[in-house]
C-alpha cells in the first residue's frame, strides 16, 4: 500500500512541513536546551579564560603553560573528553557544558591575551601617571581596548559551542544533537535535515547578536565616513 500523496512524513521525504507542525514542541524544547548548553558554557568559558589571559599578560612565564594547557585541551577528541569527565560529572548536562568549556578555552585565551597585548604601552603609561592603579587600569583601560580581539574570539567560541553541543547526545544532553542522532539512527530524512538547519541557524543568528554587540561596545573601531 503506497503513502498518500500528501503525507510527506509517510514517505519519509527530507522537506517535510508536517515534521514542523506535529513535532513543534519536540523541536521548541530541543532548541532551548541547545541554547542553554551554548550559553551557560560560553559564559563559563569566558569567566574562566579572562582572569587566565590576565595572569599570562602580567607574568610572562604564565603565557606558555597557559597557551600550552588550553591548546592541548582542545585536541582532545570530543568521545574522549566525555570520557574522561564521566566519573565527575556522571550522564548529565554539566558533563556537556564542562567539556565545551574547556575547548571554548584556547579560542578565548588566545584571542583575549592577543588584545591585551596589543594595548599601546604609551596608553598604559598614561592612564598610570593619571593616577589609574593596577585594577582600574585593567577594568577601565586594558579591557576595553582589548574588546576586538576579545569579541572575535568569543564570536568563534559561541559559533563552535553551537556545534559541538550536538556531541552532547551521547548522553542523552545534545539539544538539537538528539533528534539529528535518533533520526540518523531511524532514518528519518525530515527529522534529521530540520535539527541540521536550525543549528545552522542559531550559529548565524548568536554571530550577528554578537557582531551586533562588538559594534556598540566598540564604537572607535567603526570607519569615519570621508
Known sequence: M????????AR??????????????????????????????????????VPLAVAARRWRWAAGPVLGVTTVLYTIPSLAMFSLLLPVYGLSASIVV???????LTLLVRNILAGLRAVPEDTRQAARGMGYGPVR??????L????????????????????????????G??????????????????QVLTASVLCVLIAVAADLVLLGVQRLMT????????
Open 144 to 171: 576595553p581596548l582589548a574588546l576586538p580581539a576579545a569579541m572575535a574570539g568569543l564570536r568563534i567560541a559561541t559559533v563552535s559551542a553551537v556545534s559541538l553541543v550536538t556531541v552532547g547526545a551521547i548522553v
Open 137 to 142: 587600569l585593567l577594568l577601565a583601560v586594558e
Open 98 to 104: 564542562a567539556g565545551l568549556v574547556l575547548y571554548s
Open 173 to 190: 544532553y545534545g539539544g538539537l544533537g538528539n533528534l539529528i542522532y535518533s533520526g540518523m539512527n531511524t532514518y528519518f530524512k525530515a
Open 219 to 226: 564604537p572607535w573601531t567603526r570607519a569615519v565616513p570621508s
Open 2 to 9: 503506497t503513502a498518500p500523496p500528501d503525507d510527506c512524513l
Open 12 to 49: 519519509n521525504e527530507w522537506i517535510c512541513g508536517a515534521y514542523l507542525t506535529s513535532r513543534r514542541q519536540i523541536l521548541w524544547d530541543a532548541v532551548l536546551q541547545h541554547l542553554q548548553l551554548t550559553a551557560l558554557s560560553v559564559l563559563i568559558g569566558l569567566a574562566v579564560a
